[in-house]
């Protein structure tokens, strides 16, 4: 699964799987003039081959629609028309305090970009989370 953390300037990129339930940050592409980095993203969806793809959904805490809400429905939109896969959303209130949480834990240096593919993983743990993806284990 990949999932992604829409921005005006940045959206971050995190890989999951639902075998394992965990999620990584994978990369962070521009956005310029409202138009994402597709020929990055066309790359990235061609090596990881997700299954399907998660995208946080910005509301206020009160759970109206935020001033992103219609660019990150675009974003869908497209999302689905390019690559055919089925597109999933959660609420990613709150994603971003997350992000920078794990982000100064882990003791990196505050960096909005990579900050951008945290906020993707956090949505994407919390969609499988969410899903009841648990992890599972075979044994022989």
């Not at 300037?9 to 075998?19: E, M, R, V």
Request: net charge neutral.
């Amino acid at each position: 699964m990949m999932g992604f953390d829409y921005g005006t300037k940045h959206i971050g990129i995190a890989i999951g799987q639902t075998l394992t339930a965990t999620a990584s940050p994978l990369a962070t592409i521009s956005v310029r003039n409202q138009k994402p980095d597709w020929k990055h993203l066309n790359e990235l969806i061609y090596k990881w081959q997700p299954q399907a793809l998660i995208v946080g959904l910005p509301q206020h805490l009160d759970g109206t629609n935020s001033s992103l809400t219609d660019g990150v429905n675009g974003f869908i939109e497209e999302l689905k028309q390019r690559y055919r896969l089925p597109v999933h959303t959660i609420d990613e209130t709150l994603s971003s305090v997350e992000a920078a949480r794990k982000s100064n834990q882990a003791h990196q240096k505050k960096d909005n970009k990579n900050i951008n593919a945290i906020a993707a993983q956090v949505i994407l743990e919390s969609w499988i989370a969410d899903n009841n993806c648990k992890p599972t284990h075979t044994f022989f």
